[in-house]
């Protein structure tokens, strides 16, 4: 089974402090994302990575940003806090898109719940 | 911007009953996805449909795809207090575009 596992399920921050959120997917996938999920908002796409080193902002990317250093592990980054980004934060990983194939099919982690002070 | 948007926002039933919730997006698409999620928790893929595709079984969920009117629907048969969840769909576009645009959920609560 794929699994995605993030750092923490519950992280609660101060205004101004910078916050990492770790994810880790332990099935060898290209693709990985980071979501918010706000009440009557869905989820709002913030950064994916679809390699190593490589990334592309989201429909929210601002006052985030991200890091992806190895291949299973996809880092968000809050640099300085604020009190509306306290919100649920999920990860997920998806392989590649194999070229005649509709393959690109989500694993999600078990999301954080990031409260900010 | 939320591409596709789940109608009703929430539905209540009594265990047993089937359960229909809907999903209407804008643009073109090249499958289209519903996930699961119970309360506090991450999403769980259930279904995928491509666009060639105008329905789909897996178990007690039946999926349909109408790309002329834009929409899907997503049944799910002889309810259990287990499906209590949100259920949102997720469309995705051309092959190597990675991303899914998900829409804003229904709640479905199964009454014992």
């Known amino acids: 089974d794929v699994k995605v596992t993030q750092s923490s399920r519950y992280l609660v921050k101060r205004t101004g402090e910078k916050v990492f959120l770790e994810c880790v997917q332990d099935?060898?996938?290209?693709?990985m994302f980071w979501y918010r999920q706000d009440p009557g908002l869905g989820l709002r796409l913030i950064y994916f990575?679809?390699?190593?080193?490589?990334?592309e902002k989201g429909d929210i990317p601002e006052g985030y940003s991200v890091s992806r250093e190895k291949k299973e592990r996809f880092s968000l980054i809050l640099e300085s806090a604020s009190t509306n980004q306290t919100s649920m934060y999920l990860c997920?990983?998806?392989?590649?898109?194999?070229?005649?194939?509709?393959?690109?099919?989500?694993?999600f982690g078990p999301g954080t719940r990031l409260t900010v002070l | 911007s939320q591409q596709g948007e789940e109608d009703p926002q929430a539905l209540s039933i009594q265990e047993g009953e089937n359960a229909t919730m809907n999903c209407s997006y804008k643009?073109?698409?090249?499958?289209l996805q519903w996930y699961r999620q119970n309360s506090g928790r991450g999403l769980v893929h259930l279904i995928l449909?491509?666009?060639?595709?105008r329905e789909k079984h897996s178990g007690r969920l039946r999926v349909t795809l109408d790309t002329s009117k834009k929409s899907s629907s997503l049944l799910i048969t002889a309810s259990r207090a287990a499906d209590t969840a949100s259920y949102f769909c997720?469309?995705?576009?051309?092959?190597?575009?990675?991303?899914?645009?998900f829409g804003t959920g229904t709640r479905l609560t199964i009454i014992p």
């Open positions: 990575s679809y390699d190593v080193k490589m990334k």
């Open positions: 997920a990983s998806s392989p590649l898109t194999i070229s005649g194939r509709a393959y690109n099919e989500q694993f």
């Open positions: 997720a469309t995705g576009f051309n092959f190597g575009n990675e991303k899914l645009t």
């Open positions: 099935m060898d996938h290209e693709n």
């Open positions: 449909i491509r666009s060639n595709e």
């Open positions: 643009t073109s698409i090249n499958n």
